[in-house]
């Protein structure tokens, strides 16, 4: 009940908190404007107590929760009697093509946080197929504040290093973790109310750009399922088998978004952007409701006096403000809106851009020193021209391969758009040629992140096009058929996905994580392989000597330093002299031993069966704690 009361009462502060300072918003704009604003400022409120406290603790959040609901009560008091007029038919009929698009778009998300989202079955944990990797951290970082006590974060994959990754995503689950919930409600529960409001979000930035409903919903379908070209493979594959065009239609041979050996790496959003990477899903509602408020203020200062160099400075503080609270949700939303507010001062040089810069840059400041740890300015923006096209053989083929129709379709839009809309896409074109001048990280997929928001530019200014011709009756058939195209690759990626539901965790290991959850001290620093579903990592969130090998090197962590400890690693596992002196150097208070140690790593479970205590075993797994190390406990 806790957890429900928090999370209410969050979500109809943000609301209030709307109604209250953006006056102009509408309905929808109030609802998934209000329902970001209170996750953001919620889980920072708390993140703050905890950090206070360096404990996730429950009679803190208890109070918060109650100090949300007394602010609403004030918020709403004497707004109740309007609040009572309100007629849901009425605002259903309104809003049909919002309604429509939630109703064909939010069952996806449904079915795959039901199934794909640590689903509890009874030979294990189950994740999608795509949240393989991802979702393993995700689940380390939340249990970590809860059980681990990671006050400040560290990374729990490489101890004693900040962790450089956006926490407060997972920070929020820890919440709900600490209230009692599940994994599963936790991240399922979370994660759809989180994709609610992304698709709330768009849908009404699109409609501040575009200034059309049907604009909108056809900029949120292409939006949401992005995908090049890669759907003509698809009907390659059916000529060349020997099933039928509806059962290849319902069981797809590939992800045709995802095909490295054909060059496209056009990801699809929905299975491989915002469902697995939880820091995106928390992220990009942030950023839609910060671009609608540049959209107001921009569509205003092409009808306004342009020697009011002050005008939108209000809207564009309050935008200020919110980018300043992004980083630790997702740096790269921040970096793209830091990217995508520049270019447009460079076309319109007004002093309310200050307004909006200051408290951008100085609440983000203390986020990104914090957590920066030693990554260099080479790992975080290097030149690499034409991103990852070099896994085609041309660079124009594989632009057209991956991007596709709307790629094509940016030129007749542009024409047919009003000079607003033209000045605003500037800047997301601006944002793509970026991402193909530099890499942001060490992993150079990670500019995808920034090409989804150009990509959502796009997408409105095409609909934007399609909708104007749409409106000819005769000439909808071939607005559709457009459409179809724009999105015929991300429908049979997300086909293809509901497919993949892997077990990520055996009872067995889960057993075990359990047992490093309860009865290990919080801090307890564990030897143990280096396979991202770890479970005294993932389950317990305890830092591991050497973590996930693709984690540490994506997050721009050192090469040098990850094969040392490397070696480490496997000298202490062989039970040599010189690996039983690294186990009291490394201050090693735990060695975990399953198949996955012997074959990887070679692990000598007879030293530490005659030289250490056996505290845990199963039928797969022993822990055995070093003689000298951590709080003594009794052996089971």
């Known amino acids: 009940m806790g957890g429900i009361l928090f999370f209410v009462a969050s979500i109809l502060f943000g609301i209030g908190l709307v109604r209250k300072l953006l006056p102009f918003a509408n309905g929808p704009e109030r609802l998934f404007w209000g329902t970001t604003l209170g996750i953001l400022l919620s889980t920072w409120l708390a993140y703050s107590i905890s950090r206070l406290f360096l404990d996730v603790n429950q009679f803190a959040l208890i109070t918060l929760t109650g100090a949300m609901w007394i602010t609403v009560i004030l918020l709403f008091r004497r707004d109740l009697p ?120 768009f849908f009404c930035f699109a409609r501040r750009v575009a200034d059309s409903a049907s604009a909108a919903f056809l900029a949120s379908l292409i939006f949401l399922f992005n995908g090049g070209l890669g759907f003509i493979l698809f009907f390659r594959d059916w000529y060349a088998g020997d099933r039928s065009l509806l059962t290849n239609l319902l069981d797809p041979k590939e992800n045709y978004t995802d095909m490295f050996s054909q060059g496209i790496k056009w990801v699809s959003l929905i299975t491989s952007g915002v469902i697995p990477q939880r820091a995106m899903l928390y992220g990009m509602p942030i950023a839609f409701f910060i671009l609608a408020l540049i959209t107001i203020v921009w569509r205003d200062w092409s009808e306004t006096d342009k020697n009011d160099k002050w005008n939108g400075a209000r809207i564009l503080f309050i935008a200020g403000i919110l980018t300043g609270l992004l980083p630790l949700f997702h740096v790269h939303s921040y970096m793209s809106l830091g990217l995508i507010s520049g270019f447009l001062f460079m076309i319109n040089r007004r002093y309310a851009w200050i307004a909006f810069w200051i408290p951008a840059v100085l609440l983000a400041l203390p986020q990104l020193l914090g957590s920066g740890g030693g990554l260099t300015a080479s790992e975080f923006l290097h030149v690499q021209l034409g991103w990852m096209s070099g896994i085609s053989s041309n660079f124009f083929v594989f632009l057209l391969f991956n991007f596709g129709l709307p790629l094509l379709l940016i030129v007749p839009a542009l024409f047919a758009a009003p000079r607003y809309l033209k000045t605003l896409y500037f800047a997301f074109a601006c944002l793509f040629v970026f991402s193909f001048i530099f890499r942001i990280s060490p992993n150079d997929f990670d500019n995808i992140k920034l090409l989804y928001y150009w990509h959502a530019g796009t997408a409105i200014l095409v609909a934007n096009w399609l909708s104007k011709i749409g409106q000819r009756f005769a000439l909808r058939p071939v607005v559709a058929f457009l459409v179809l195209v724009c999105v015929a690759s991300g429908l049979l990626a997300t086909i293809r996905e509901t497919k993949l539901i892997y077990r990520v965790f055996s009872p067995e290991e889960i057993e075990a994580g359990i047992f490093a959850r309860d009865k290990t001290p919080p801090r307890s620093l564990f030897l143990t392989g280096q396979n991202h579903n770890q479970p005294v990592l993932c389950l317990a969130g305890k830092p591991i000597m050497l973590g996930f090998e693709f984690w540490i090197m994506s997050h721009g962590y050192s090469r040098q330093a990850y094969d040392l400890m490397l070696k480490d690693v496997k000298e202490m596992y062989s039970g040599s002299a010189a690996g039983a002196e690294l186990l009291t150097t490394h201050k090693i208070d735990y060695v975990y031993i399953s198949q996955g140690e012997k074959d990887a790593l070679r692990a000598n479970e007879a030293y530490f069966a005659a030289n250490h205590t056996l505290v845990y075993k199963n039928s797969a797994i022993s822990i055995y704690q070093i003689k000298g190390q951590a709080s003594d406990i009794s052996p089971q």
């Open 82 to 201: 309007d609040l009572k007029k309100i007629r849901i038919p009425d605002l259903l009929r309104e809003n049909k093509l919002l309604v429509l698009l939630l109703i064909l778009v939010l069952p996806i998300f449904i079915y795959f946080f039901y199934v794909g989202m640590f689903r509890q079955q009874p030979d294990g944990l189950y994740l999608t197929a795509t949240s393989w990797y991802d979702m393993a951290l995700h689940v380390a970082i939340a249990n970590g504040f809860v059980y681990g006590d990671n006050f400040p974060p560290m990374y729990l994959v490489l101890p004693g290093e900040p962790l450089r990754y956006p926490f407060l995503p997972d920070f929020h689950a820890s919440i709900f973790l600490e209230f009692g919930w599940s994994l599963w409600t936790t991240f399922a529960v979370t994660s759809l109310v989180a994709s609610i409001a992304l698709v709330g979000t």
